[in-house]
């Protein structure tokens, strides 16, 4: 199974960035798909997640700035960001979870880094 995400760089406060992770070895269209994020020092943490039936769910600091979102024929999910600020700084992780042969399965990314100048 691999998690490859890509679209992470360097960019200043208020520009964007669309993260994608493409997906292989899994059957994507039946696992929730996650984004996470960890700064350095910091634990990693949530930072939007949608079903496999599409439902999104956000972290409250970046409702109305970020959208998740899944192309289940590319076996792709995408975080499109905008109004970046430099506290959203770190490594950018795609997370999938999901049920094969009757267990869960959890997989990890490598990550891509986000920094945002101020």
């Known amino acids: 199974v691999q998690l490859q995400a890509s679209g992470g760089g360097l960019v200043q406060a208020g520009e964007s960035l669309r993260l994608s992770c493409a997906a292989s070895?899994?059957?994507?269209?039946?696992?929730?798909m996650g984004w996470y994020r960890q700064a350095p020092g910091k634990q990693r943490e949530l930072v939007a997640g949608?079903?496999?039936?599409?439902?999104?769910n956000y972290v409250e600091f970046v409702k109305g700035r970020f959208t998740i979102s899944r192309d289940n024929a590319k076996n792709t999910v995408y975080l499109q960001m905008n109004s970046l600020e430099p506290e959203d700084t770190a490594v950018y992780i795609c997370?999938?979870?999901?049920?094969?042969?009757?267990?869960?399965?959890?997989?990890w990314g490598q990550g891509t880094q986000v920094t945002v100048s101020s």
């Open positions: 070895g899994i059957i994507f269209s039946t696992y929730n």
């Open positions: 997370n999938a979870d999901g049920v094969f042969l009757g267990r869960r399965r959890v997989y």
């Open positions: 949608i079903t496999r039936d599409g439902t999104t």
